[in-house]
């Protein structure tokens, strides 16, 4: 599926990465300027990763639906972010109403440094 461009990510040098079936997945490099005061990750980046990715799974998940609602994002930081993250999310449950979605950001060795939960309403075209 063809990402509609985010200016916000795209800024900050969030790229999208091939992901599984169901699954959406993002990468950033971590630069002073995407940085906190102590030269990590800054949590908004990375909450900003986990609910487009966590979105992707849901949207993609769903037939005919086109981009999504955030209802709900529950996050959690385990571990500083720093060089390369990567940030992949996917479908646990839901219909076609309301979508239930878990994720995570994982560091260049594989740590992990983040986790979210969301619920998400996925958007479609209106009946003519």
Known sequence: MTENKVPFLEFCGVRTEPAPEGCARLSVEVRPEIGNTRGHAHGGLMMTMLDVALGRAARNSVPGAYSFITIDL?????????????????????????????????????????????VFKPITPRPE
């Open 74 to 118: 529950h996050t959690s930081f385990l571990k500083p972010g720093v060089g390369r993250l990567v940030a992949e999310g996917r479908r646990t449950g839901g219909g076609r109403s309301l979508v239930f979605c878990t994720g995570e950001i994982r560091d260049e060795a594989g740590d992990l440094v983040a986790t979210a939960n969301g």
